[in-house]
Protein backbone atom coordinates (compact mmCIF):
# COMPACT_ATOMS: atom_id res chain seq x y z
CA UNK A 1 0.00 0.00 0.00
CA UNK A 2 2.54 2.44 1.02
CA UNK A 3 4.06 2.10 -2.91
CA UNK A 4 0.62 4.20 -3.82
CA UNK A 5 0.88 7.84 -5.01
CA UNK A 6 -0.87 9.02 -1.83
CA UNK A 7 -1.12 7.28 1.18
CA UNK A 8 -4.54 6.62 2.20
CA UNK A 9 -7.15 9.24 2.67
CA UNK A 10 -8.76 9.54 5.96
CA UNK A 11 -10.52 11.50 7.98
CA UNK A 12 -7.77 13.64 8.51
CA UNK A 13 -6.97 14.64 4.72
CA UNK A 14 -10.47 15.34 4.30
CA UNK A 15 -11.36 17.32 6.99
CA UNK A 16 -7.93 19.34 6.47
CA UNK A 17 -9.14 20.41 2.81
CA UNK A 18 -12.79 21.07 4.08
CA UNK A 19 -11.47 23.49 6.68
CA UNK A 20 -8.98 25.19 3.67
CA UNK A 21 -11.76 25.33 2.21
CA UNK A 22 -14.18 27.57 4.73
CA UNK A 23 -10.74 29.79 5.24
CA UNK A 24 -9.91 30.00 2.15
CA UNK A 25 -13.38 31.19 1.04
CA UNK A 26 -13.53 34.10 3.42
CA UNK A 27 -15.52 36.39 1.58
CA UNK A 28 -13.77 35.95 -1.70
CA UNK A 29 -16.97 38.40 -3.16
CA UNK A 30 -16.95 40.72 -0.50
CA UNK A 31 -14.36 42.55 -2.18
CA UNK A 32 -13.57 43.68 -5.70
CA UNK A 33 -11.22 42.69 -8.19
CA UNK A 34 -8.88 45.37 -7.63
CA UNK A 35 -5.00 44.50 -7.47
CA UNK A 36 -3.41 44.85 -10.86
CA UNK A 37 -2.56 41.14 -11.31
CA UNK A 38 -5.70 40.16 -10.29
CA UNK A 39 -7.26 42.52 -12.59
CA UNK A 40 -5.36 41.44 -15.81
CA UNK A 41 -5.71 38.08 -15.07
CA UNK A 42 -9.38 38.11 -14.37
CA UNK A 43 -10.08 40.24 -17.25
CA UNK A 44 -8.12 38.22 -19.61
CA UNK A 45 -10.29 35.59 -18.57
CA UNK A 46 -13.22 37.47 -18.51
CA UNK A 47 -12.60 38.06 -22.64
CA UNK A 48 -11.51 34.55 -23.55
CA UNK A 49 -14.91 33.54 -22.39
CA UNK A 50 -16.79 36.09 -24.04
CA UNK A 51 -15.22 35.59 -27.26
CA UNK A 52 -15.09 31.74 -26.88
CA UNK A 53 -11.02 32.00 -27.46
CA UNK A 54 -9.40 28.98 -26.63
CA UNK A 55 -5.57 29.72 -27.64
CA UNK A 56 -5.13 33.37 -27.83
CA UNK A 57 -5.21 35.56 -24.14
CA UNK A 58 -5.89 39.06 -24.61
CA UNK A 59 -6.37 41.60 -22.22
CA UNK A 60 -8.66 45.07 -22.94
CA UNK A 61 -8.84 43.36 -26.79
CA UNK A 62 -5.04 43.73 -27.26
CA UNK A 63 -2.82 40.48 -26.64
CA UNK A 64 -1.74 39.40 -23.04
CA UNK A 65 1.72 37.40 -23.69
CA UNK A 66 2.81 37.65 -19.62
CA UNK A 67 1.11 33.84 -18.63
CA UNK A 68 0.46 30.86 -20.67
CA UNK A 69 -3.19 29.69 -20.76
CA UNK A 70 -3.92 27.09 -17.83
CA UNK A 71 -5.26 29.12 -15.32
CA UNK A 72 -7.00 31.09 -17.41
CA UNK A 73 -9.59 27.96 -18.28
CA UNK A 74 -10.44 27.31 -14.75
CA UNK A 75 -11.36 31.27 -14.61
CA UNK A 76 -13.76 30.76 -17.53
CA UNK A 77 -14.82 27.32 -15.58
CA UNK A 78 -15.70 29.57 -12.91
CA UNK A 79 -17.35 32.17 -14.78
CA UNK A 80 -19.94 29.77 -16.09
CA UNK A 81 -20.49 28.53 -13.02
CA UNK A 82 -20.90 32.07 -10.92
CA UNK A 83 -20.97 34.31 -14.02
CA UNK A 84 -18.27 37.28 -14.33
CA UNK A 85 -17.17 38.72 -11.42
CA UNK A 86 -15.28 37.99 -8.37
CA UNK A 87 -16.30 34.42 -6.95
CA UNK A 88 -16.28 33.53 -10.84
CA UNK A 89 -12.34 34.47 -10.89
CA UNK A 90 -11.32 33.32 -7.46
CA UNK A 91 -13.18 29.95 -6.55
CA UNK A 92 -10.79 27.22 -7.79
CA UNK A 93 -7.83 29.81 -6.65
CA UNK A 94 -9.46 28.87 -3.32
CA UNK A 95 -10.12 24.91 -4.37
CA UNK A 96 -6.47 24.66 -5.43
CA UNK A 97 -5.42 26.33 -2.16
CA UNK A 98 -7.16 23.08 0.02
CA UNK A 99 -5.65 20.71 -2.19
CA UNK A 100 -2.33 22.16 -1.87
CA UNK A 101 -2.72 21.67 1.79
CA UNK A 102 -4.36 18.24 1.91
CA UNK A 103 -1.28 16.94 -0.07
CA UNK A 104 1.13 18.52 2.23
CA UNK A 105 -0.54 16.51 5.00
CA UNK A 106 -0.62 13.59 3.13
CA UNK A 107 2.99 13.86 2.63
CA UNK A 108 3.97 14.95 5.51
CA UNK A 109 2.22 12.57 7.48
CA UNK A 110 3.32 9.72 5.48
CA UNK A 111 7.11 10.65 6.21
CA UNK A 112 7.51 12.51 9.65
CA UNK A 113 4.24 11.47 11.16
CA UNK A 114 0.52 12.86 11.93
CA UNK A 115 2.05 15.24 14.39
CA UNK A 116 4.34 17.21 12.37
CA UNK A 117 1.41 17.41 9.65
CA UNK A 118 -0.98 18.95 11.56
CA UNK A 119 1.80 21.61 12.69
CA UNK A 120 2.90 22.14 9.13
CA UNK A 121 -0.79 22.19 8.10
CA UNK A 122 -1.61 24.76 11.10
CA UNK A 123 1.65 27.12 10.31
CA UNK A 124 0.11 27.78 6.64
CA UNK A 125 -3.28 28.39 7.49
CA UNK A 126 -2.42 30.99 10.64
CA UNK A 127 0.53 32.54 8.16
CA UNK A 128 -0.34 36.15 6.49
CA UNK A 129 0.86 34.95 2.84
CA UNK A 130 -0.73 31.52 2.30
CA UNK A 131 -4.42 32.69 2.37
CA UNK A 132 -4.06 35.95 0.83
CA UNK A 133 -2.32 33.70 -1.71
CA UNK A 134 -4.49 31.55 -2.56
CA UNK A 135 -7.62 34.10 -2.59
CA UNK A 136 -6.01 35.72 -5.56
CA UNK A 137 -7.56 35.20 -9.21
CA UNK A 138 -3.73 34.73 -10.25
CA UNK A 139 -1.42 31.73 -11.80
CA UNK A 140 0.24 31.02 -8.53
CA UNK A 141 -2.59 28.92 -6.96
CA UNK A 142 -2.24 26.81 -9.68
CA UNK A 143 1.75 26.45 -10.30
CA UNK A 144 2.10 26.10 -6.16
CA UNK A 145 -0.14 23.27 -6.41
CA UNK A 146 1.28 21.05 -9.65
CA UNK A 147 5.07 22.07 -8.41
CA UNK A 148 4.13 20.81 -5.08
CA UNK A 149 2.94 17.48 -6.57
CA UNK A 150 5.46 17.22 -9.11
CA UNK A 151 8.68 17.49 -6.19
CA UNK A 152 6.80 15.04 -3.77
CA UNK A 153 6.49 12.85 -7.08
CA UNK A 154 10.49 13.51 -7.92
CA UNK A 155 10.97 12.13 -3.77
CA UNK A 156 9.76 9.41 -4.61
CA UNK A 157 12.05 8.29 -7.52
CA UNK A 158 14.88 9.80 -6.12
CA UNK A 159 14.19 7.47 -3.10
CA UNK A 160 14.00 4.47 -5.21
CA UNK A 161 10.31 3.71 -5.65
CA UNK A 162 10.43 2.30 -9.47
CA UNK A 163 6.55 2.61 -9.72
CA UNK A 164 5.63 4.15 -13.07
CA UNK A 165 2.94 6.29 -11.92
CA UNK A 166 5.47 8.51 -10.24
CA UNK A 167 7.47 8.91 -13.08
CA UNK A 168 3.83 9.62 -14.75
CA UNK A 169 2.36 11.76 -12.19
CA UNK A 170 6.08 14.17 -12.05
CA UNK A 171 5.93 14.90 -15.63
CA UNK A 172 2.07 15.53 -15.69
CA UNK A 173 2.40 18.07 -13.25
CA UNK A 174 5.69 19.64 -14.49
CA UNK A 175 3.31 19.99 -18.20
CA UNK A 176 0.35 21.46 -16.46
CA UNK A 177 2.83 23.64 -14.34
CA UNK A 178 4.74 25.01 -17.58
CA UNK A 179 0.92 25.25 -18.94
CA UNK A 180 0.55 27.69 -15.95
CA UNK A 181 3.09 29.70 -15.58
CA UNK A 182 6.14 28.36 -18.03
CA UNK A 183 9.61 26.93 -17.62
CA UNK A 184 10.00 27.68 -14.40
CA UNK A 185 7.91 24.84 -13.26
CA UNK A 186 10.40 22.49 -14.86
CA UNK A 187 13.35 24.78 -13.64
CA UNK A 188 12.32 24.18 -9.93
CA UNK A 189 12.23 20.29 -10.10
CA UNK A 190 15.52 20.06 -11.94
CA UNK A 191 17.62 22.34 -9.85
CA UNK A 192 15.76 20.48 -6.77
CA UNK A 193 16.66 17.28 -7.44
CA UNK A 194 20.84 18.50 -8.33
CA UNK A 195 20.79 20.16 -4.81
CA UNK A 196 19.05 17.25 -3.60
CA UNK A 197 21.58 14.45 -5.18
CA UNK A 198 24.24 17.00 -3.26
CA UNK A 199 23.11 17.18 0.20
CA UNK A 200 21.59 13.48 0.00
CA UNK A 201 25.03 11.92 -1.37
CA UNK A 202 23.17 10.12 -4.35
CA UNK A 203 24.62 9.53 -7.51
CA UNK A 204 23.37 11.86 -9.87
CA UNK A 205 23.35 10.17 -13.21
CA UNK A 206 22.00 7.28 -11.04
CA UNK A 207 19.03 9.97 -10.21
CA UNK A 208 18.97 10.97 -13.87
CA UNK A 209 18.27 7.70 -15.39
CA UNK A 210 15.89 6.84 -12.63
CA UNK A 211 13.90 9.55 -13.94
CA UNK A 212 13.58 8.22 -17.65
CA UNK A 213 13.69 12.00 -19.11
CA UNK A 214 12.94 10.59 -22.34
CA UNK A 215 9.73 9.94 -21.43
CA UNK A 216 9.17 12.94 -19.93
CA UNK A 217 10.48 14.68 -23.27
CA UNK A 218 6.88 12.88 -24.48
CA UNK A 219 4.81 13.48 -22.18
CA UNK A 220 5.85 17.30 -21.33
CA UNK A 221 5.74 17.80 -25.30
CA UNK A 222 2.22 16.12 -25.70
CA UNK A 223 0.16 18.08 -23.04
CA UNK A 224 1.69 21.21 -22.99
CA UNK A 225 3.49 21.61 -26.81
CA UNK A 226 -0.05 21.72 -28.58
CA UNK A 227 -1.04 24.92 -26.93
CA UNK A 228 2.37 27.29 -27.46
CA UNK A 229 2.65 25.90 -30.99
CA UNK A 230 -0.82 27.16 -31.88
CA UNK A 231 -0.42 30.33 -29.88
CA UNK A 232 3.17 30.61 -31.78
CA UNK A 233 1.43 30.37 -35.13
CA UNK A 234 -2.00 32.04 -34.27
CA UNK A 235 -0.04 35.30 -33.38
CA UNK A 236 2.70 34.91 -35.68
CA UNK A 237 5.40 34.59 -32.98
CA UNK A 238 4.36 37.51 -31.14
CA UNK A 239 3.15 35.90 -27.79
CA UNK A 240 6.26 33.37 -27.64
CA UNK A 241 8.77 36.66 -28.18
CA UNK A 242 6.31 38.43 -25.83
CA UNK A 243 6.59 35.71 -22.91
CA UNK A 244 9.70 34.20 -23.17
CA UNK A 245 11.93 37.26 -23.84
CA UNK A 246 10.46 40.11 -21.86
CA UNK A 247 8.73 37.76 -19.41
CA UNK A 248 10.67 35.56 -18.60
CA UNK A 249 14.26 36.14 -19.59
CA UNK A 250 14.15 40.30 -19.22
CA UNK A 251 12.34 39.92 -15.95
CA UNK A 252 15.04 38.02 -14.74
CA UNK A 253 18.00 40.00 -15.71
CA UNK A 254 16.22 43.37 -15.68
CA UNK A 255 14.04 44.82 -12.69
CA UNK A 256 10.41 45.20 -14.74
CA UNK A 257 7.81 47.73 -13.67
CA UNK A 258 9.43 48.63 -10.43
CA UNK A 259 9.42 45.41 -8.51
CA UNK A 260 13.26 44.97 -7.90
CA UNK A 261 15.27 45.75 -4.77
CA UNK A 262 18.09 44.29 -2.38
CA UNK A 263 19.65 40.56 -2.71
CA UNK A 264 18.12 39.82 0.07
CA UNK A 265 14.20 40.97 -0.67
CA UNK A 266 12.78 37.24 -1.53
CA UNK A 267 14.19 35.67 1.68
CA UNK A 268 12.49 38.84 3.27
CA UNK A 269 9.06 38.47 1.78
CA UNK A 270 8.72 34.77 2.32
CA UNK A 271 9.65 35.42 6.20
CA UNK A 272 7.03 37.82 6.16
CA UNK A 273 4.37 35.91 4.26
CA UNK A 274 5.07 32.95 6.75
CA UNK A 275 4.75 35.37 9.93
CA UNK A 276 3.94 34.31 12.77
CA UNK A 277 5.42 31.02 11.90
CA UNK A 278 8.02 32.13 9.87
CA UNK A 279 9.96 33.42 12.88
CA UNK A 280 11.07 30.10 13.22
CA UNK A 281 12.05 29.91 9.55
CA UNK A 282 15.64 30.79 9.72
CA UNK A 283 16.33 28.49 12.66
CA UNK A 284 14.67 25.26 10.99
CA UNK A 285 17.00 26.11 7.63
CA UNK A 286 19.61 25.54 9.86
CA UNK A 287 18.98 23.03 11.85
CA UNK A 288 18.06 20.96 8.63
CA UNK A 289 21.59 21.18 7.69
CA UNK A 290 22.41 19.05 10.14
CA UNK A 291 19.64 16.18 9.65
CA UNK A 292 19.88 12.71 8.74
CA UNK A 293 16.52 12.89 7.41
CA UNK A 294 16.30 12.53 3.42
CA UNK A 295 12.92 13.93 3.00
CA UNK A 296 13.91 17.21 5.60
CA UNK A 297 16.90 17.38 3.72
CA UNK A 298 14.68 17.19 0.06
CA UNK A 299 12.30 19.85 1.74
CA UNK A 300 15.44 22.07 2.59
CA UNK A 301 16.53 21.42 -1.03
CA UNK A 302 13.01 23.09 -2.46
CA UNK A 303 13.68 25.94 0.14
CA UNK A 304 17.43 26.51 -0.84
CA UNK A 305 16.32 26.53 -4.74
CA UNK A 306 13.51 28.75 -4.77
CA UNK A 307 15.02 30.90 -2.85
CA UNK A 308 18.10 31.28 -4.64
CA UNK A 309 16.42 31.40 -7.83
CA UNK A 310 14.55 34.86 -6.60
CA UNK A 311 17.79 35.85 -4.80
CA UNK A 312 19.44 36.44 -8.40
CA UNK A 313 16.14 37.35 -10.00
CA UNK A 314 16.08 41.23 -10.56
CA UNK A 315 12.59 41.43 -10.47
CA UNK A 316 10.96 40.12 -7.44
CA UNK A 317 7.56 40.11 -6.68
CA UNK A 318 5.77 38.85 -3.27
CA UNK A 319 4.12 35.93 -4.60
CA UNK A 320 7.41 34.33 -6.52
CA UNK A 321 8.62 32.57 -3.55
CA UNK A 322 5.63 30.73 -2.92
CA UNK A 323 6.39 27.62 -4.00
CA UNK A 324 8.61 26.64 -0.80
CA UNK A 325 4.88 27.12 1.31
CA UNK A 326 4.19 23.16 1.97
CA UNK A 327 7.89 22.66 2.01
CA UNK A 328 9.62 25.16 4.53
CA UNK A 329 6.02 24.21 6.57
CA UNK A 330 7.48 20.98 7.19
CA UNK A 331 11.22 22.41 8.72
CA UNK A 332 9.00 24.83 11.16
CA UNK A 333 6.87 21.99 11.68
CA UNK A 334 10.03 19.97 12.73
CA UNK A 335 11.21 23.27 14.91
CA UNK A 336 7.84 23.85 16.51
CA UNK A 337 8.25 19.94 18.34
CA UNK A 338 11.32 21.08 20.12
CA UNK A 339 9.62 23.82 21.37
CA UNK A 340 12.37 27.50 21.05
CA UNK A 341 10.89 30.02 23.65
CA UNK A 342 12.17 33.54 21.86
CA UNK A 343 9.54 32.58 18.26
CA UNK A 344 6.84 33.31 21.00
CA UNK A 345 7.94 35.97 22.98
CA UNK A 346 8.75 38.26 19.39
CA UNK A 347 5.07 37.23 18.38
CA UNK A 348 4.44 38.85 21.85
CA UNK A 349 6.26 41.91 21.40
CA UNK A 350 5.10 42.64 17.94
CA UNK A 351 1.41 41.58 18.43
CA UNK A 352 1.17 43.74 21.58
CA UNK A 353 2.89 47.07 19.87
CA UNK A 354 0.91 46.82 16.58
CA UNK A 355 -2.60 45.96 17.96
CA UNK A 356 -1.67 48.90 20.33
CA UNK A 357 -1.07 51.17 17.29
CA UNK A 358 -4.12 49.78 15.41
CA UNK A 359 -6.70 50.14 18.50
CA UNK A 360 -5.39 54.00 18.62
CA UNK A 361 -5.50 54.39 14.86
CA UNK A 362 -8.50 56.91 14.75
CA UNK A 363 -6.40 58.99 16.35
CA UNK A 364 -3.78 59.89 14.21
CA UNK A 365 -4.44 58.45 11.12
CA UNK A 366 -5.59 60.41 8.29
CA UNK A 367 -8.89 60.42 6.15
CA UNK A 368 -9.64 57.90 4.82
CA UNK A 369 -7.23 55.26 6.71
CA UNK A 370 -8.95 55.84 10.14
CA UNK A 371 -12.11 54.38 8.97
CA UNK A 372 -10.73 51.17 7.95
CA UNK A 373 -11.47 49.21 11.19
CA UNK A 374 -7.70 48.94 12.15
CA UNK A 375 -8.95 48.99 15.93
CA UNK A 376 -10.94 45.85 15.58
CA UNK A 377 -8.14 43.89 14.01
CA UNK A 378 -5.99 44.71 17.00
CA UNK A 379 -8.50 42.44 19.19
CA UNK A 380 -6.65 39.17 18.17
CA UNK A 381 -3.54 40.73 18.06
CA UNK A 382 -3.84 42.16 21.81
CA UNK A 383 -5.37 39.14 23.15
CA UNK A 384 -2.95 36.74 21.06
CA UNK A 385 -0.32 38.50 22.70
CA UNK A 386 -1.52 38.43 26.47
CA UNK A 387 -2.65 34.56 25.95
CA UNK A 388 0.84 33.87 24.77
CA UNK A 389 2.33 35.75 27.48
CA UNK A 390 0.15 33.98 30.28
CA UNK A 391 0.52 30.52 28.17
CA UNK A 392 4.75 30.59 28.05
CA UNK A 393 4.54 31.23 31.71
CA UNK A 394 1.76 28.58 33.12
CA UNK A 395 0.99 26.42 30.47
CA UNK A 396 3.84 25.38 28.55
CA UNK A 397 5.02 26.42 24.70
CA UNK A 398 2.65 24.35 22.55
CA UNK A 399 -0.27 26.11 23.77
CA UNK A 400 1.65 29.32 23.47
CA UNK A 401 2.03 28.28 19.69
CA UNK A 402 -1.42 27.75 19.53
CA UNK A 403 -2.58 30.77 21.10
CA UNK A 404 0.00 32.51 18.55
CA UNK A 405 -1.30 30.99 15.44
CA UNK A 406 -4.79 31.13 16.53
CA UNK A 407 -5.29 34.86 16.82
CA UNK A 408 -3.25 35.66 14.01
CA UNK A 409 -5.38 33.13 12.00
CA UNK A 410 -8.20 35.21 13.37
CA UNK A 411 -6.77 38.30 12.85
CA UNK A 412 -6.42 37.38 8.71
CA UNK A 413 -10.24 36.67 8.73
CA UNK A 414 -11.09 39.72 9.82
CA UNK A 415 -8.93 41.22 7.15
CA UNK A 416 -10.91 39.66 4.39
CA UNK A 417 -14.68 40.50 5.87
CA UNK A 418 -13.56 43.59 7.60
CA UNK A 419 -10.26 45.21 6.58
CA UNK A 420 -10.67 44.65 2.14
CA UNK A 421 -13.90 45.47 2.03
CA UNK A 422 -13.55 48.92 3.38
CA UNK A 423 -10.19 49.65 1.65
CA UNK A 424 -12.08 48.35 -1.57
CA UNK A 425 -14.82 51.34 -1.23
CA UNK A 426 -11.78 53.88 -1.62
CA UNK A 427 -10.43 52.47 -4.34
CA UNK A 428 -10.46 54.22 -7.61
CA UNK A 429 -12.75 52.42 -9.27
CA UNK A 430 -15.33 52.26 -6.86
CA UNK A 431 -15.39 55.48 -5.99
CA UNK A 432 -15.56 56.38 -9.37
CA UNK A 433 -18.39 53.99 -10.98
CA UNK A 434 -20.68 56.33 -9.37
CA UNK A 435 -20.23 59.04 -11.54
CA UNK A 436 -19.61 56.49 -14.66
CA UNK A 437 -22.79 55.97 -16.97
CA UNK A 438 -21.83 52.03 -17.87
CA UNK A 439 -23.37 52.29 -21.32
CA UNK A 440 -21.20 55.04 -22.11
CA UNK A 441 -17.66 55.43 -24.25
CA UNK A 442 -15.10 55.17 -22.12
CA UNK A 443 -11.25 55.47 -23.86
CA UNK A 444 -8.20 56.66 -21.16
CA UNK A 445 -5.19 58.49 -22.04
CA UNK A 446 -1.55 56.76 -21.97
CA UNK A 447 -2.45 54.83 -18.21
CA UNK A 448 -5.77 53.54 -16.40
CA UNK A 449 -5.94 51.09 -13.56
CA UNK A 450 -6.06 47.93 -15.02
CA UNK A 451 -9.19 46.87 -12.47
CA UNK A 452 -11.25 49.28 -15.14
CA UNK A 453 -10.99 46.87 -17.63
CA UNK A 454 -12.28 44.12 -15.27
CA UNK A 455 -15.98 45.99 -14.71
CA UNK A 456 -16.50 47.60 -18.01
CA UNK A 457 -18.99 45.88 -20.59
CA UNK A 458 -16.49 45.94 -23.65
CA UNK A 459 -12.78 46.69 -23.88
CA UNK A 460 -11.52 50.38 -23.38
CA UNK A 461 -9.20 51.81 -26.02
CA UNK A 462 -6.00 53.76 -25.25
CA UNK A 463 -4.72 56.97 -26.64
CA UNK A 464 -0.72 58.00 -26.69
CA UNK A 465 -1.20 61.26 -28.95
CA UNK A 466 -3.19 64.17 -27.75
CA UNK A 467 -3.95 64.77 -31.32
CA UNK A 468 -5.72 61.45 -31.94
CA UNK A 469 -7.90 61.73 -28.62
CA UNK A 470 -8.85 65.53 -29.28
CA UNK A 471 -10.00 64.02 -32.79
CA UNK A 472 -12.20 60.64 -30.46
CA UNK A 473 -13.87 63.52 -28.62
CA UNK A 474 -14.54 65.45 -31.50
CA UNK A 475 -16.37 62.71 -33.26
CA UNK A 476 -18.13 61.43 -29.94
CA UNK A 477 -21.53 62.38 -28.36
CA UNK A 478 -20.98 61.52 -25.02
CA UNK A 479 -17.16 59.95 -23.77
CA UNK A 480 -15.75 59.45 -20.82
CA UNK A 481 -11.49 59.82 -20.59
CA UNK A 482 -9.63 57.66 -17.98
CA UNK A 483 -6.10 58.91 -16.93
CA UNK A 484 -3.66 60.30 -14.09
CA UNK A 485 -2.76 63.02 -11.98
CA UNK A 486 0.81 62.52 -13.82
CA UNK A 487 -0.22 63.47 -17.46
CA UNK A 488 -2.22 66.31 -16.04
CA UNK A 489 0.10 69.18 -18.66
CA UNK A 490 -0.81 67.23 -21.50
CA UNK A 491 -4.78 66.39 -20.74
CA UNK A 492 -5.53 69.84 -19.46
CA UNK A 493 -4.95 70.92 -23.41
CA UNK A 494 -7.93 68.49 -24.63
CA UNK A 495 -11.10 70.99 -25.82
CA UNK A 496 -14.00 70.64 -24.74
CA UNK A 497 -14.16 68.48 -21.87
CA UNK A 498 -14.45 68.95 -18.35
CA UNK A 499 -13.21 67.12 -14.93
CA UNK A 500 -15.74 64.16 -13.30
CA UNK A 501 -13.52 63.65 -10.39
CA UNK A 502 -10.04 62.63 -8.91
CA UNK A 503 -9.36 59.95 -7.26
CA UNK A 504 -6.37 58.45 -5.22
CA UNK A 505 -5.09 55.00 -5.69
CA UNK A 506 -4.70 54.00 -1.89
CA UNK A 507 -3.13 50.76 -3.33
CA UNK A 508 -0.42 52.72 -5.99
CA UNK A 509 1.15 55.36 -6.31
CA UNK A 510 -1.07 57.41 -8.59
CA UNK A 511 -4.15 59.39 -8.63
CA UNK A 512 -6.55 58.29 -11.41
CA UNK A 513 -8.27 61.23 -13.08
CA UNK A 514 -11.79 60.90 -14.87
CA UNK A 515 -12.62 63.53 -17.61
CA UNK A 516 -15.74 64.03 -19.88
CA UNK A 517 -16.95 65.62 -22.60
CA UNK A 518 -18.46 68.60 -22.02
CA UNK A 519 -22.55 68.42 -22.93
CA UNK A 520 -22.78 71.63 -25.50
CA UNK A 521 -26.37 73.44 -24.75
Excluded at 191 to 219: D, M
Excluded at 320 to 335: D, G, M, V
Excluded at 353 to 363: P, R, Y
Aim: hydrophobic share 45%; with cysteine.
Amino acid sequence: MEAKFLAKIGKEEILIFILGAILLFGNIGGHSIYILDEARNATCAKEMWQNNQWVIPTYNGELRTDKPILHYYFMKLGYAMFGIGEIGARFFSIIFGSLTLTLGYNRVKKYSGIKTAKWSVFALICSLGFPVQFHLSVPDPYLIFFTSLSLYSLFEILEGNSNFKYILVFYLSCALGILTKGPIALAIPVLVGFIYCILAQKNIIRSILALKPWIGAIIILSISGPWYYLVHQKTEGMWTEGFFLEHNLERFSKTKEGHGGSIFLAPIMALISLFPFGLLAPKAVYCAFKSNDNFVKFNLSVTLVVIGIFMLSKTVLPSYTSPIFLFIALLIAKEVEKNPKYPQIIFAIFALIIGVGFAFSKHFLPEPYNGFGLEILATPLLVGSALCMYNWENRGQIRTYLSMGISFLIFCQLMFYILFPRIDKETAVIKSSQYLDKKTEKIYFHRMNSSFAFYSEKPIKGYEELDKIQAKIDQSNTLYIISRKDFEEQYKKLKNVELVGEFPDLLENFTTVILKKRQNL
